[in-house]
């Protein structure tokens, strides 16, 4: 099996869940960062959820799931401990043409959710295609250990250059000669571990003497 890596935009979107346990709450935690419009379709949910349900966070449909649920959504999670009810899920979304991932049973999943962190804009995700969710967790651990929380700053400030430069190097081939040289291994120390104003100092001066020479 081999996977598409993509990143979605799921802000304003509507997103299944069905189940209302542990598994169904950590899941909601990932959309809501995502600002993705969550409903939680389960008779019962756990203090976490009705915590979210009480600060209008997301909707909670107190009833079982039907198969008309996953009608407009662009993701379907099955996060019950009953695994016909997860096929269910997984048979209307599939009917449907909607994403669905199905906890602990990756035959059943159309996509899965890697481990990842974010710093910022900086977002770095592990995956090892629904084989074992707990080596991607650890190997995202050791990954993370990488990059501390500055790291959001120097994303901002290499956009705020990235922007720059599309409005002065107009010639696509040119940016990508001038961004591939910059990001190297000193470079990428600084944005992990280093000064943000030294990272701003070090691109402002190339991107300078990259503009005078072109």
């Known amino acids: 099996m081999v996977l598409l890596p993509i990143d979605i935009k799921a802000e304003g979107r ?34 976490g959820l009705m915590e979210l349900v009480h600060q209008r966070k997301l909707d909670w449909q107190e009833r079982e799931f039907v198969a008309d649920d996953v009608k407009g959504c662009i993701l379907a999670i099955a996060a019950t401990s009953d695994r ?10 599939e009917e449907h043409n909607v994403l669905v991932n199905v906890v602990d049973d990756p035959e059943l999943c159309r996509c899965y959710f890697p481990s990842y962190f974010r710093r910022g804009k900086l977002l770095i995700t592990v995956s090892t295609s629904g084989a074992s969710p707990a080596l991607s967790a650890a190997l995202r651990r050791d990954i993370e250990k990488g990059f501390g929380l500055h790291a959001a700053q120097a994303i901002e400030i290499i956009e705020q250059y990235r922007e720059k430069a599309l409005q002065e190097i107009k010639d696509t ?21 280093g000064d943000p104003e030294q990272l701003e100092e070090v691109l402002d001066s190339a991107y300078r003497s990259y503009r005078a020479e072109s």
């Open 14 to 47: 509507r997103c299944l869940i069905v189940g209302g346990g542990e598994v169904a709450w950590r899941k909601v935690q990932a959309l809501l960062e995502a600002r993705a419009a969550v409903t939680v379709v389960s008779p019962e949910i756990n203090p």
């Open 84 to 93: 016909e009810v997860n096929k269910k899920v997984a048979k209307a979304a």
């Open 173 to 193: 081939e040119s940016r990508m000669k001038f961004w591939n040289s910059f990001f190297t291994p000193e470079i990428l120390a600084l944005i992990r571990h």
